[in-house]
């Protein structure tokens, strides 16, 4: 069974286009506004709607970028949610281990 935490994390589609990815913030889902949970299983999940899907299909748009969902690959996504405060705090290094191997290597 897997564990989630609220998603909060830099943006990692900026990130991938070399920006900052601006501040570690909690995410929420555009199509009904509930907040988003990461889990080591690799998928985020709405609290709200309950939609869940593998990170690797989910596209990326913050405060700057509303109309602009982007993509991410894992490497950029890896850099965002290594840097997020609920990873060190809270979550621990193997919940992280264990997400970062269920990305999969087709991402």
């Known amino acids: 069974m897997a564990t989630y935490y609220d998603l909060k994390i830099r943006c990692p589609a900026c990130i991938a286009d070399g920006e900052s990815g601006g501040a570690v913030s909690q995410w929420y889902h555009n199509n009904c506004g509930g907040k988003i949970q990461i889990g080591d299983d690799a998928n985020y999940k709405c609290i709200k709607c309950n939609y869940s899907s ?38 621990g290094k193997q ?11 087709d991402w």
Do not use: C, M
């Open 95 to 105: 919940w992280l281990i264990t997400l970062l191997e269920n990305l999969g290597d």
């Open 54 to 91: 593998h990170i690797k299909n989910w596209r990326y748009a913050h405060e700057g970028y509303h109309t602009d969902y982007r993509p991410t690959t894992s490497a950029h996504f890896a850099n965002a949610i290594s840097t997020a405060g609920q990873v060190a705090s809270v979550a």
